[in-house]
């Protein structure tokens, strides 16, 4: 078993910065020593999104973004070990998961593009790098995605309570942990994203902090049940989705069928649609006596108290007060996984991604001892 202290390294579908964490791992527990969050600059994150969203590009785009975020992840790993005071000899491996730009799940030739120049990350901080978490898995027929489930199993899964798992980054996952039954889970589509997308449109805001905004709009009954009936809301598990489907041009889609709803109404009906395709996948899957929200949207109270009304009987509650942050929860989740990897364990869970078999994740990235250089 290769314990030792990890560090994972995340960036998600929200763009709004690079996680970091440091965490003592064993085959037993996982706790987090330090966290960070690194900025996102601007104009890589507008390379990004222009990426993911499907604009026409050029192979050496490609190659020049592989590059900066290979190098940007390593600066952010360094600025951590900085703030924690502790060596790079003393890390056994980071758990790199790079920045998804596009994602395929479905078909003979799926695959996930992840970048960020993994040889980077172990040239800046001499240290073994684990990357490219979700291509085996969809080698062997899985959707590579989600992975953080078997994590969620690892560390919050109980003998008899029926427990679930919600991130809320800019998509959500559910992770459903009831016990007796192989852990499920799956994407249940948007979760910050077009918030994030409308806000910044009309406000000028990255995100709608506290769901202030919201607040102020109504629900527009028909535009909600127009985005409702998206085929992705109905398909079964193994499902996953990103950026690519869930996007500017799919609202405006929606929106053109429907012409002069206020703004604040289009925000207030956009966290309805999060809430709902949340809920509604909670109460299919029987529900649950606890659900546990990690990911940004944990900080929304807008939808942490719509999700608390549309599932009455089910401790709403934040990951926070179990425990992990819901903020670190990803990165820790990468950590353990190169954990796995180097101890030549599996790290995938065919019953959530629908791959044919348990497998190794990941390419290893090694670096020479010390004192080599
Ligand atoms: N105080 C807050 N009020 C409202 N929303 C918030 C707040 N803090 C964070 N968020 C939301 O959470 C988002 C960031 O979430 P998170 O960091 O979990 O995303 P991510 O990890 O990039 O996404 P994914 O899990 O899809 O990869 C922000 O873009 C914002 O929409
Ligand atoms: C392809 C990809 O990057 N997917 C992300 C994204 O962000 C949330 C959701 O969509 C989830 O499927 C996944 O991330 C988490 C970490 C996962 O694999 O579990």
Redesign the pocket.
Same mark, same amino acid.
């Given at each position: 078993m290769k314990s030792g202290r990890y560090i994972g390294v995340?960036? @998600? =579908?929200? +763009?709004? *910065?690079i996680?970091v964490v440091l965490a003592a791992i064993d085959e037993r527990m996982v706790a987090q020593q330090a966290s960070y969050s690194h900025p996102m600059p601007i104009p890589i994150k507008e390379d990004i999104l222009a990426m993911c969203q499907g604009q026409q590009t050029t192979l050496s785009a490609v190659g020049r973004l592989d590059a900066q975020l290979g190098t940007l992840f390593g600066e952010a790993v360094m600025t951590l070990l900085k703030q924690a005071d502790v060596p790079a000899h003393a890390i056994t491996a980071i758990g790199c998961h790079g920045q =998804?730009v596009w994602h395929e799940p479905e078909g003979e030739m799926r695959f996930s593009m992840q970048l960020g120049d993994n040889n980077r990350v172990a040239a800046l901080t001499n240290i073994t790098t684990v990357g490219d978490f979700r291509r085996r898995d969809m080698a062997y027929g899985g959707q590579g995605a989600p992975l953080v489930p078997a994590f969620h199993q690892a560390l919050l899964a109980h003998p008899t309570e029926r427990r679930m798992v919600l #991130?809320?980054? @800019?998509?959500? #996952?559910l992770s459903l942990l009831l016990p007796g039954i192989a852990v499920r889970g799956f994407d249940t589509g948007p979760? #910050?994203?077009l +918030?994030?997308t409308w806000v910044w449109r009309h406000r000028a805001q990255?995100?709608?902090? @506290?769901?202030q905004w919201a607040m102020e709009g109504r629900v527009c009954l028909p535009l909600l049940q127009r985005m409702l009936a998206d085929p992705y809301f109905v398909l079964p598990a193994p499902k996953s989705t990103g950026r690519e489907y869930f996007n500017a041009r799919w609202l405006d889609q929606q929106l053109a069928t429907l012409p002069g709803i206020s703004p604040v109404d289009v925000m207030a009906t956009l966290v309805e649609l999060t809430v709902t395709t949340i809920c509604e996948q909670v109460l299919l899957a029987g529900g649950c006596e606890r659900l546990l929200v990690? *990911?940004?949207?944990a900080?929304?109270?807008l +939808?942490m108290a719509r999700m608390s009304a549309l599932l009455p009987g089910i401790e709403v509650a934040s990951t926070d007060s179990f425990g992990v942050s819901g903020?670190d929860m990803?990165a820790l989740a990468f950590a353990w996984l190169a954990f796995r990897t180097l101890s030549g364990q599996p790290g995938n869970l065919p019953s959530v991604t629908g791959a044919r078999c348990e497998t190794l994740l990941g390419g290893i990235y090694p670096v020479l001892p010390l004192g080599h250089r």
């Open positions: 995340m960036s @998600g =579908t929200s +763009l709004d *910065g996680d =998804t #991130n809320i980054g @800019g998509i959500a #996952n979760g #910050n994203m +918030l994030d990255p995100y709608d902090k @506290g769901g990690c *990911g940004g949207g900080r929304n109270p +939808l903020d990803e």
